[in-house]
């Protein structure tokens, strides 16, 4: 029993190394549906090689964010994937935690851990610090916009070196 006990507290005590990522203190769930164009990430073993990746929330009462994240696979001409995760909001944390299912009855925390003023632009942590996504409204960003989003994601403590940028065409040249 006092081996059990004592592994227990090397294990468990290790698991506390990491700070829980802080989420926004607010976020309107209504503003922030819409379309979300993944900039950058740590990916997903299913997302690894997404391009044109838009993640698209819809709000749905009182506390559901309807999933669908789409990109192609390898190419901005590769096979479209989508995926439709359903997002359970906790209210009680101003809307910036969320369980993501993606198979019941598991949901993964994801944490809106920056969003601009205007809703431009987001980033979604885990406190694991294993993914990440940062996203705009907009396609297509700018270097120095993208370098300033990097940095935050620094300063969440994650490994910046894991980072992928996704490649994200204009509006006008993706395919229906």
């Known amino acids: 029993m006092r081996w059990f006990i004592l592994w227990a507290v090397l294990v468990l005590g290790g ?37 044109n990746a838009v993640e698209r929330y819809d709000f749905q009462p009182p506390n559901r964010m309807a999933t669908t994240f789409s990109f192609n696979d390898k190419t901005f001409d590769g096979p479209r994937k989508v995926y439709q995760p359903l997002g359970f909001v906790d209210l009680a ?6 369980g993501m299912q993606f198979v019941w009855p598991i949901k993964a ?7 601009s003023a205007d809703y431009e632009h987001t980033i979604i942590g ?3 610090r294993d993914y990440v996504w940062i996203m705009t409204r907009q396609p297509v960003i ?35």
């Open 15 to 51: 698991c506390s190394s990491m700070s829980i990522i802080e989420t926004v203190p607010r976020v309107d769930l209504q503003r922030y549906s819409g379309d979300w164009y993944v900039q950058g990430h740590i990916p997903a073993f299913l997302e690894r090689n997404a391009t």
């Open 93 to 98: 944390s101003g809307g910036g935690l969320w």
């Open 109 to 115: 925390e994801f944490r809106v851990s920056y969003l």
């Open 126 to 128: 885990r406190s694991k």
């Open 142 to 176: 700018d270097d120095a916009t993208y370098a300033q989003l990097v940095q935050k994601v620094a300063d969440l403590g994650y490994d910046i070196q894991k980072l992928r940028r996704v490649p994200q065409q204009p509006a006008s040249e993706r395919r229906p």
